[in-house]
């Protein structure tokens, strides 16, 4: 049987029922996930629990170490995938199909799936397991691509896939790489492919390697407990904090802004709470942030006209938040 993939089929609503929005699931998978002896010329049949959109699944199934898939033949809820070439003698591989294969109502599966089989007398028992840890971003569906080191060394290729095994979060950030060889050492990069196309872009897409290199023997075969962070160097932080006032004044509204020190004409405004807390979403870098009571209604701070705190300047860092910034109001002409 196939491993976390086989789920019960689900039954469509009648005609005029609700709309169906339950993320599809694959129900069975051939080769199953474990199976050795597997002919060099098989064929991979994947089914699925409802009808699915045939362009964005055929996209999303992956086989490593990579076979080009020439053809895919659907019947109903089947796919059957032709290859361009036969499997390798003695070669162990990773099929997978990414979150981002959709229903025919437009549903992505979400989470992603993985499951290995060998054409050798029995599977190779080493694994790697453990978790990737996401800042910024969501890790479900995260790649990890897992290089064996034997090879001569190679950059990470997104469009060549030249990956040797393959694994894939899941919405928790746990993922395993199974089928690896040993002995042997193995490096692994996370890939979050955050536009899902299925290809790096670096000013879209995030690409970490593990720190570790992994080295599998007989009396060891597994690395479980690995732990992966990965921050979106693009993410925005969070600043958070109250202001403290006491001088009895009523008129105006306080606000709070924050000023990109890298880009003065960068400003966020916002209005703080009934408690006289604030919360600000800003880009990486360094900041400014101010308190003053608004008069006259224009979101900026006329010194020596209106209150102000005393200007506090943050760095901040992708994904992270500083928490309990206190800004102090002072009379008109007093702030710094």
Not at 68 to 85: H, I, M, N, P, Y
Not at 128 to 136: D, K, Q, S, Y
Not at 178 to 194: C, H, N, Q, Y
Request: glycine share 8%; net charge neutral; hydrophobic share 40%.
């Amino acid at each position: 049987m196939v491993s976390g993939l086989v789920s019960c089929a689900r039954k469509a609503p009648p005609s005029g029922g609700p709309p169906d929005v339950d993320p599809p699931r694959i129900v069975s998978a051939s080769p199953d996930s474990g199976a050795a002896r597997v002919p060099v010329g098989a064929r991979l049949v994947l089914t699925f629990s409802e009808g699915m959109e045939p362009h964005s699944t055929n996209d999303a199934i992956v086989l490593a170490p990579r076979v080009d898939l020439k053809q895919w033949k659907w019947s109903g809820r089947t796919v059957t995938v032709v290859l361009a070439e036969t499997l390798r003698a003695n070669q162990t591989y990773t099929m997978s199909v990414g979150g981002a294969a959709r229903d025919r109502h437009g549903n992505p599966m979400g989470e992603g799936k993985s499951w290995v089989f060998t054409t050798s007398e029995s599977l190779p028992p080493g694994r790697i397991t453990g978790v990737v840890e996401g800042r910024g971003f969501d890790v479900m569906g995260t790649y990890l691509w897992c290089y064996d080191q034997s090879r001569p060394p190679i950059e990470p290729d997104s469009t060549a896939r030249d990956f040797d095994a393959l694994g894939i979060a899941d919405r928790t950030g746990r993922f395993r790489i199974e089928g690896l060889t040993v002995p042997g050492r193995f490096r692994i990069w996370a890939f979050a492919d955050l536009n899902q196309n299925k290809s790096f872009e670096p000013d879209k897409d995030l690409l970490a390697p593990a720190e570790t290199l992994f080295a599998l023997t007989r009396e060891a075969p597994a690395a479980d407990s690995v732990h992966l962070l990965v921050i979106n160097p693009r993410a925005p932080g969070k600043v958070r904090g109250t202001v403290l006032d006491s001088l009895g004044v009523s008129e105006g509204v306080i606000e709070v802004v924050a000023v990109s020190s890298a880009d003065t004409t960068r400003r966020v405004v916002v209005n703080i709470g009934t408690r006289n807390e604030y919360e600000f979403s800003l880009t990486p870098g360094p900041w400014t942030v101010r308190a003053f009571r608004d008069l006259d209604g224009n979101h900026r701070w006329l010194f020596g006209v209106e209150a102000a705190s005393d200007s506090a300047s943050v760095r901040v860092a992708p994904a992270a938040e500083i928490p309990d910034l206190v800004l102090v109001m002072r009379r008109p002409g007093e702030a710094r």
